[in-house]
């Protein structure tokens, strides 16, 4: 299964733009990355996902490089309570999600 | 709705007990999974069922015995577990649709398990 790599914290400004990079050096061609994020005690919340193209929606956006072996998840105005731990997830056919250890996203007033 | 309903919120059992962990949603969906997580720590997988048959289970030590009655509902049963079984138990559900590769997976806001 493919493995990803992820700084272990960041820190953001209130209103500037997060960008939270992952290396999945090791992803197949059909596997898609997607971004979850878990805020203290809470069940994970999705947030994006995408194969090769760049990807937006209301929440953030998704850059892959066209290597695909690497990507960059963008919050645009990063507000307090996008503090969390997010994580980059290489999905597989067999249908595992497996989590990596994650980037803490510390967002400071 | 993507809501993926988790009961009970909190449970405390005693290492002879027998109880279970209940999930249900009304999505559609045809995948669910048990996942576990430790403080500080990453989810874990720990089973997938895939339209109600056990498709994945990773090694789980079989004092946790998942059960998938319908569609809409995954039970994790629990007997004889040891301290270090305490965890935040998370349900998840998806479609599965092309491989489950393009389909997000909603995540419960989990059980959190304390073993005495």
């Known amino acids: 299964d493919a493995k990803t790599t992820q700084p272990p914290s960041m820190d953001c400004a209130e209103g500037r733009a997060a960008n939270l990079p992952c290396n999945h050096s090791t992803i197949s061609g059909n596997e898609y990355v997607y971004w979850y994020r878990q805020i203290h005690s809470q069940g994970p919340q999705y947030i994006i996902h995408?194969?090769?193209n760049n990807e937006t929606n209301e929440m953030a956006s998704l850059i892959i490089t066209e290597d695909r072996k690497s990507s960059t998840l963008i919050l645009p105005h990063a507000t307090l309570r996008d503090t969390a731990v997010y994580y980059c997830i290489v999905r597989v056919k067999t249908g595992k999600l497996i989590f990596g250890q994650g980037t803490t996203l510390q967002v400071k007033p | 709705d993507t809501e993926v309903t988790q009961t009970p919120k909190h449970l405390v059992m005693g290492m002879t007990n027998k109880k279970s962990l209940k999930c249900e949603q009304h999505m559609g969906h045809r995948a669910m999974y048990w996942y576990k997580q430790k403080a500080k720590k990453p989810p874990e997988l720990m089973f997938v069922?895939?339209?109600?048959?056990?498709?994945i289970n990773e090694s789980v030590p079989s004092r946790f015995s998942p059960e998938c009655p319908n569609s809409s509902l995954l039970n994790l049963h629990l007997h004889a577990l040891q301290p270090e079984d305490s965890a935040l138990y998370l349900c998840?559900?998806?479609?599965?649709?092309?491989?489950?590769?393009?389909?997000?997976?909603?995540f419960g806001q989990g059980t959190r398990l304390t073993v005495v």
């Open positions: 069922y895939s339209y109600e048959k056990l498709s």
């Open positions: 998840a559900s998806s479609q599965v649709d092309m491989g489950f590769v393009n389909t997000e997976a909603f």
């Open positions: 995408g194969l090769k």
